[in-house]
Structures are given as structure tokens and as C-alpha cells.
């Protein structure tokens, strides 16, 4: 089927940043291949890091807005009708309001896409009116966590049949390992000598993502005898004070804040140990390209961590905020290779359990079944994608 003849999909963000929302969508485009063309993308900011990995066929609409603008929906609904869209994908709750005014505006079906949260906390009066305005006007909800369903259902009403799950998933074959020169070299880059246990992380640097509590637990490893480094890759607001707090606890020459990384498999594999040590989490796009790589993994017991990790077989599972579990579990790992082997085998043979092209066939399937039921002036006929678990 040509491109031309399937449903035409704005998505919509804040900006295409290295957070895990913006990741998966490059993923699943490009996980489209030629059907990508029938997609286009609006930033509400500048188009960021990742535009340059969305495949060509792809347009992007930089809306270049700076902080909240008021009048965003009506620039959205002008993208809306210039590329005429036959469906608007809001992919972040930041994004919902704009995209729903503008579907509103010009007739088009909205999609309102829940990731996880920003912040610690519930949905707020404001949202959850908005988010009952959003179902008196029919959008469709998709959430790619187990825990997102229950929060739009529990502290919002969204009734059970109206919300999709639709779980991340990761190309394996993307973080298999290459050679031991692109290893060595990557490692060189991040100062880890031979010798060194490299522990690493990828997220956007915010208070929800927990790295206050990974500098911490590293703090009370560093006075034991094993030699191990902290590289985190990834941007953010906290990276200042994050920063401030290393050469505070006198780790700093320990610690490498790489900011944005454009090779995140080459990055991975350096890796000795990953951690996810977020306080709140959806579906960790970043933790499952971690598994794909192979490597053996700490992950707080948040969103759907434990249903991607089986604890003790997968990886470690450790409670959100306590550096003290955290740290015993880190120094473990870190004198314990037989352990670090084990976990990272059975962690690359888990990923395969989410595979992309699952995750791509759910979305087209939505899109499909939205346009085929506007074309019958239907109701919508909601799908349940199958979940890799």
C-alpha cells in the first residue's frame, strides 16, 4: 500500500529532546520504514537533538514557541490542515491541551498519549477537567505502562475501553555488541580504564529520574576497594545542581555528565552495570534498550519495571529513593562478575519479549481503525494491542 493512501498522523511534542517519550517515536518511524511518510511531527519548541534521526520522509513543523503560548493550538491547527492530518497524536500530557483545541478546531480525531509522569504526583483538578472536556470531544487514550491505565482510570475517569496499551519496545538487534575496539574506544572517551567498573544511566536530568539518590549511594561505595566510574548521559534542568552535589560529596573526579549522547548503543555497550534508579516511571524506553544491550541491571521498583524485569533473574529490583539498598546493591555488582554475567544474559534474552515491530503494529493498527470508523461515522472501535509480556 502506497503512503499516500494511509492514515496521515501529526504527532506532537514539546521538543525532540533525548527523553525516552522522543526516542520511541524516532524508533517507531523508522521502525515504519516507507510507511513513515504518511507521519509528520509538530514541536511546540525547537525541533532538538533527535530531529536529525528521523527518517527524511518525515516533515518536521518547529512551532520555535517559547515558554507557555496561549494561541499554540491555533498554529497546530494551521500544521493540522496544511499537512492534512487524519489524526493528531499528542505524545506527552504537556502537549494534550494544544492538540485537542486544534482537533477540535479542524475536525480531526486526537489521540492524547500518557508516558509516565514529569513530576512526582497525581493528576491535578485542572487536568482532570481537561481530561473529561477531552472525552465529551471523543479522544482516544493509549498508554504505554500498565500503571498509566490505572492512573488515568483511577484519579481520572477515562473509562477502561477508551485507553490502549501500547508498550514500548526496542530493536535488539540495533544494541548487539560489535567489537571490542568500539568498546575500548568508547571507554577511552568516558575515562574508564580496563580495570574500572563503568556504571551508567541514560535519562533526562530532572528530580523524577532519581540521580540525586544514584550520586549518593555512589558516595558511600567510594571508600571500598574496587575501582568503578558513573557515566550518565542525557540532559536536563537538575544537571547544575547535580553536578554541585558530585564535587560536594568529593566523587566528582568519579562521576562524567556526558549531556546529550547521539550513539546511545555504542554508549551502553562501554557499560559494565546500568542503573534506573527514577522515583516515578511509565514504561522505560531507556531500561529496555539497556536489557537489549546485555547488560545487568538496578532498577527501582516504579511503573512497569517489575514487569520488564523478573527481580533476581532479569536484574536487581531495589525501592525507589533509598541509596542505602541501592549502594549495598551496586557494590555487589560491582566485585561480583559471575553475578554481572548472569543478569546481563538473561536481561538481552528478556528484551526480545519486546520487540519493536510489535509496538509499530499497534500504532498502525489505531490509526487504521480511527480512520476506518471516521470514514463510517461510527463510534470508535477500540483495539487492545498485544502486550509483549
Known amino acids: 500500500m502506497q503512503a499516500e493512501s494511509l492514515p496521515r498522523v501529526l504527532h506532537v511534542v514539546h521538543s525532540l529532546t533525548c527523553g525516552g517519550t522522543e526516542r520511541a517515536l524516532v524508533s517507531l518511524l523508522r521502525q515504519f520504514g516507507e510507511i513513515a511518510a504518511s507521519h509528520c511531527i509538530a514541536t511546540l519548541r525547537q525541533a532538538g537533538p ?11 513543523h518547529a512551532l520555535n514557541l517559547d515558554g507557555r503560548v496561549r494561541t499554540a493550538f491555533l498554529s497546530l491547527a494551521r500544521i493540522c490542515r496544511r499537512v492534512q492530518a487524519d489524526i493528531i497524536h499528542a505524545r506527552n500530557a504537556g502537549t ?101 567498573i563503568l556504571i551508567g544511566s541514560v535519562g533526562t536530568l530532572r528530580t523524577i529520574k532519581g540521580f540525586h539518590v544514584l550520586l549518593s549511594a555512589l558516595n558511600k561505595c567510594k571508600d571500598s576497594n574496587s575501582a568503578f566510574r558513573l557515566a550518565i548521559a542525557g540532559d536536563g534542568p537538575e544537571r547544575g545542581a547535580l553536578e554541585t552535589m558530585s564535587h560536594e560529596l568529593g566523587i566528582a573526579d568519579r562521576v562524567l555528565f556526558i549531556g546529550h549522547c547521539s550513539d546511545v548503543p555504542s554508549f551502553l555497550r562501554a557499560l559494565d552495570v546500568y542503573v534506573c534508579c527514577s522515583l516515578g516511571e511509565g514504561m522505560s524506553n531507556a531500561l529496555l534498550e539497556a536489557m537489549a544491550a546485555g547488560l545487568p541491571i538496578v532498577a527501582t521498583d516504579v511503573g512497569d519495571n517489575t514487569t520488564m524485569i523478573r527481580n533476581g533473574i532479569d536484574g536487581i529490583i531495589i525501592p525507589p529513593g533509598d541509596s542505602d539498598t541501592m549502594a549495598l546493591t551496586l557494590h555487589t555488582q560491582v566485585r561480583d562478575e559471575d553475578l554481572r554475567m548472569r543478569l546481563a544474559v538473561a536481561a538481552r534474552h528478556r528484551a526480545a519479549n519486546f520487540d519493536l515491530g510489535k509496538m509499530a503494529g499497534g500504532y498502525e493498527s489505531l490509526y487504521r481503525n480511527m480512520v476506518e470508523a471516521r470514514k463510517s461515522k461510527g463510534q470508535p472501535q477500540f483495539v487492545t494491542a498485544a502486550t509483549a509480556y
Open 96 to 196: 494534550w491541551l494544544d492538540a485537542m483545541i486544534a482537533g477540535v478546531l479542524t475536525g480531526t480525531p486526537t489521540v492524547l498519549g500518557f508516558q509516565g509522569w514529569d513530576k512526582m504526583g497525581r493528576f491535578d483538578d485542572r487536568t482532570r477537567r481537561r481530561i473529561q472536556w477531552a472525552l465529551r470531544f471523543g479522544a482516544q487514550f493509549t498508554s504505554v505502562s500498565r500503571l498509566g491505565i490505572k492512573d488515568l482510570h483511577e484519579q481520572c475517569g477515562v473509562p477502561l475501553e477508551r485507553i490502549i496499551h501500547l508498550p514500548n519496545g526496542v530493536n535488539v538487534k540495533m544494541f548487539e555488541y560489535q567489537d571490542e575496539n568500539g568498546r575500548r574506544g568508547m571507554r577511552d572517551a568516558l575515562g574508564a580504564s580496563t580495570n574500572d
Open 50 to 60: 533527535l530531529a536529525i534521526d528521523v527518517p527524511e520522509c518525515v516533515s518536521i
